[in-house]
């Protein structure tokens, strides 16, 4: 028996079923929350145009045409783009209070898919990333993965397998003890705050990286798209102070961060990796298209602990 049934209310319930892992998967594969939930709603009309009894197990026929969706937007993107956007390009955060749990953006984060992670799954080519996507988050089969990139099995590993060396190597090092992300950044906020120098340079990695979008510059956050070094980052961090005034710490992507939130709307976004107590790498988003909508304005009170 198909696992899809004959009428529309009962396709829409399956359908429903399945959404948040596919925002999941489609989350990860493009780094962009809008463009998820396009490729959701294209796999949703995809799904409307198969006739009843071709699909016998949903989930799988989901994420893999959900993946191929992706997959060529992924294409397209890489054909348009004048510019690696590896130097430049901040995802979407994930953003919750640190006290609240929802269930949708707890599938987001599902496996602490982080901002410094998206980063660097910039730099796969798509069918790297589809393969890696798939195959070490979601648990789907080569021999799923293999049509929708166009090769055989054993070569559709070798792309997973490529993509996780370049993971592991590009990677900052990072602790998951979110008590300590979190004193880090403590310490990051109130050295800035209060303009010690010494202090910064004491919570930063001296290899530490700073990578903030277009919208940082132009809302005076960040002095540079990208910084590399302890002093450089350190003087960039000076600008933080009237960020930091307001500034708000939340979880991004499941991590400690940063939010700046001013009459109900997000101003800017950071995050950070750390590693043995200092900073390895800061993200800063503040361009105010992207970051429309992300905390509803309900919610103002509720971002901090």
Same mark, same amino acid.
């Given at each position: =028996?198909?696992?899809?049934?004959? @009428?529309?209310?009962?396709?829409?319930?399956?359908?429903? +079923?399945?959404?948040?892992?596919?925002?999941?998967?489609?989350?990860? =594969?493009?780094? &962009?929350?809008?463009?998820?939930?396009?490729?959701?709603? +294209? !796999?949703?009309?995809?799904?409307?145009?198969? /006739? *009843?009894?071709?699909?016998?197990?949903?989930?799988?026929?989901?994420?893999?045409?959900?993946?191929?969706?992706?997959?060529?937007?992924?294409?397209?993107?890489?054909?348009?783009? /004048?510019?690696?956007?590896?130097?430049?390009?901040? #995802?979407? *955060?994930?953003? $919750?209070?640190?006290?609240?749990?929802? #269930?949708?953006? +707890?599938?987001? +984060? !599902?496996?602490?898919?982080?901002?410094?992670?998206?980063?660097?799954?910039?730099?796969?080519? #798509?069918?790297?990333?589809?393969?890696?996507?798939?195959?070490? =988050?979601?648990?789907? #089969? %080569?021999?799923?993965?293999?049509?929708?990139? /166009?090769?055989?099995?054993?070569?559709?590993?070798?792309?997973?397998?490529?993509?996780?060396?370049?993971?592991?190597?590009?990677?900052?090092? &990072?602790?998951?003890?979110?008590?300590?992300?979190?004193?880090?950044?403590?310490?990051?906020?109130?050295? !800035?705050?209060?303009?010690? %120098?010494?202090?910064?340079?004491?919570?930063?990695?001296?290899?530490?990286?700073?990578?903030?979008?277009?919208?940082?510059?132009?809302?005076?956050?960040?002095?540079?798209?990208?910084?590399?070094? !302890?002093?450089?980052?350190?003087?960039?961090?000076?600008?933080?102070?009237?960020?930091?005034?307001?500034?708000?710490?939340?979880?991004?992507?499941?991590?400690?961060?940063?939010?700046?939130?001013? @009459?109900? $709307?997000?101003?800017?976004?950071?995050?950070?990796?750390?590693?043995?107590?200092?900073?390895?790498?800061?993200?800063?988003?503040?361009?105010?298209?992207?970051? /429309?909508?992300?905390? *509803?304005?309900?919610?103002?009170?509720?971002?901090?602990?």
């Amino acid at each position: =028996m198909s696992a899809v049934g004959g @009428d529309a209310e009962r396709l829409a319930r399956s359908f429903e +079923e399945h959404r948040a892992h596919l925002r999941a998967v489609a989350y990860r =594969m493009l780094g &962009s929350l809008a463009e998820a939930e396009d490729a959701v709603q +294209e !796999a949703w009309l995809r799904l409307g145009r198969v /006739e *009843p009894g071709e699909i016998d197990n949903l989930g799988g026929w989901l994420t893999t045409v959900t993946g191929r969706i992706c997959l060529d937007l992924l294409r397209s993107r890489t054909a348009r783009r /004048e510019q690696p956007m590896d130097d430049t390009f901040v #995802p979407d *955060p994930v953003l $919750r209070p640190l006290s609240r749990v929802d #269930p949708e953006q +707890e599938a987001l +984060e !599902a496996d602490s898919v982080g901002i410094a992670l998206l980063v660097v799954m910039e730099t796969l080519n #798509p069918d790297e990333r589809l393969a890696f996507v798939l195959h070490d =988050m979601f648990a789907v #089969p %080569f021999d799923d993965i293999a049509p929708v990139v /166009e090769r055989t099995p054993a070569a559709t590993r070798q792309l997973a397998g490529r993509a996780r060396r370049r993971v592991r190597d590009s990677a900052p090092p &990072s602790d998951p003890d979110a008590a300590r992300q979190r004193q880090a950044l403590d310490a990051f906020r109130a050295a !800035a705050r209060t303009g010690d %120098f010494e202090a910064l340079l004491a919570v930063l990695h001296p290899d530490v990286v700073l990578r903030a979008d277009a919208g940082a510059l132009v809302r005076g956050v960040a002095g540079s798209k990208r910084l590399r070094g !302890a002093q450089r980052v350190a003087e960039s961090a000076m600008l933080f102070s009237r960020y930091n005034a307001t500034a708000r710490m939340v979880l991004v992507n499941g991590a400690p961060g940063l939010v700046s939130v001013v @009459d109900g $709307r997000v101003g800017s976004v950071l995050t950070a990796t750390v590693h043995d107590g200092r900073i390895t790498a800061l993200y800063i988003l503040a361009d105010p298209d992207r970051l /429309e909508g992300l905390l *509803p304005p309900d919610e103002e009170e509720s971002w901090d602990e």
